[in-house]
């Protein structure tokens, strides 16, 4: 990955005189994963980095920097949530300025601090087809993909370099990992209804409801007028209670239906954790079912719930 | 007049004002009986109903919800009802995962003429969720009620 690196930095450099802005990756507060970097100036392009801890998802950023020249260093996953803004026309095509790159996976924050035991020491993370490598004080320690990376990472669909205007590294194939961890939509799936409901009980009883899975979402572009804090209607009312907590999550959900490519920022913005991307892939699958539909791949296809057809191939409607 | 035996559960109908509203009316000026457990709400169109609304009334104590409108190509406003089968086909996919089950939430096409459609429809969908039951409901209390449950228990030492 340095090479990729120093490929990136040079396309940068090159292009940063034309730019406002350009948004990248940087040492954070916390060694398993980066921060974002705001560069508008050459002398912060050597602080890039660019390995399995640059989780953010970027794009979120796109839509508040509309009307100046942005870069974004994008992995593949991004590039779709930058394809669903320009979709909607939320950003501006000629105003961004995309580096691709070659990605190998993310590491999730989360569940590496919970393998490694603390996030403390850890200089280096490389992966290396089926393990992940955690460099702890100068030692190797390896996992499993299924332990530290981000559940999107298993069903990657690459990177889409035709969108990218630089590209650093290999175009190759997206990484393929075996053994998926069991998702929670997997689980609940087991579960009869009532099992499901106070699934759900349990889970919000822990959400605090900061928001931050709605600030972190690329996609959740009302911000301050969100229907989470509207008094007409009162979609949610403000009495600490799971069940408000669970539709403020519909209510994301279905805000962000035929619209969320699962980047997964909800999830990992969450500070308690919770599993609050399994409503949208539910949706999304769907929506690939029924619609054959899926977000984040062509910026000149409308998406499925902003059009119709007369006939309806796929919906079976009940007879009487 | 409950035609259903048991108890009366809480089935809400969303329906819109040209076609099933008037077909709800057309079966009672034909006096067809129906069961008592359907609460009509009157809309403009199917096309007005955002599928919170279902959310929302299965949140605060609905058993079942039956959407009802204009047949397709039939809609007052052309094509309202078209982009409702869109999103209400999509919400069937999120009640499911939040412990509603399939059966609880339908939705069709009942025009203005057809009272014995509409006493059919209510008829046999109300049968439905009466085989379901009424629908589990969240425990009363707030997050730290939920929370602390386990602390309260007497504690042994």
Known sequence: MASSLDELKTAI???????????????GPDALSHAPLFITEEADVARI?????????????????????????????????IVELLQEKLIDREDVVIFGLDCQGAVDARSARAALGSSRGVRDVAIDGASVCFSVNGEPRFF???????????????????????????RGLPPQFGNPPESTLERLEAMDMEERLRFW??????????????????????????????REPHWVDQT??????????????????????ECGECERACPMGLPVMTLKRALNRRIKDVFDYQAGIDPNQTPPLFEFREVETNIKEREW | MSVTEGKE???????????????????GVGRFAQPTDLRIVRLPCTGRINPLFIVRAFMNGADGVLVSGCHPRD?????????????????????????VDPGRFEYTWVS??????????????????????????????TSLDLCLRPAVQPRVF
């Open chain 2, 112 to 141: 203005a003429s057809e009272g014995q459609r509409w006493r059919s429809v209510v008829a046999s969908f109300t049968e439905q969720v009466h085989a379901l039951g009424s629908m589990p409901r969240f425990m009363s209390g």
């Open chain 1, 144 to 170: 499993s993909p299924g332990e530290v990376l981000q559940s999107k990472c298993f069903g990657c669909a690459g990177a889409d370099a035709g969108l990218c205007d630089h590209f650093a590294g290999e």
């Open chain 1, 201 to 230: 009980e349990t889970q919000m009883s822990r959400c605090i409801r900061c928001y931050a899975c709605r600030s972190a979402c690329p996609l959740c572009v009302c911000q301050d007028h969100c229907a989470a804090q509207s």
């Open chain 2, 9 to 27: 559960l809480r089935i809400i109908g969303f329906l819109c004002n040209w076609c099933s509203y008037a077909g709800a009316d057309t079966a």
């Open chain 1, 49 to 81: 980095e660019w390995d399995p801890r640059c989780s953010q998802n970027l794009a979120g950023y796109l839509p508040g920097l509309r009307g100046k020249k942005a870069g974004i260093v994008a992995k593949g996953c991004d590039v779709r949530s």
């Open chain 1, 240 to 261: 600490d209670h799971p069940r408000e907590k669970l539709m403020f999550q519909a209510i994301h959900a279905l805000h962000t239906a035929g619209r969320c490519t």
């Open chain 2, 75 to 99: 809609c007052h406003y052309s094509e309202g009802n078209f982009y409702a089968r869109r999103r209400l086909e999509t919400l069937k996919a999120l009640l499911p995962v939040i412990g």
């Open chain 1, 13 to 27: 450099r090159k292009a940063l005189p034309g730019l406002d802005v350009v948004i990248a990756w940087t040492a």
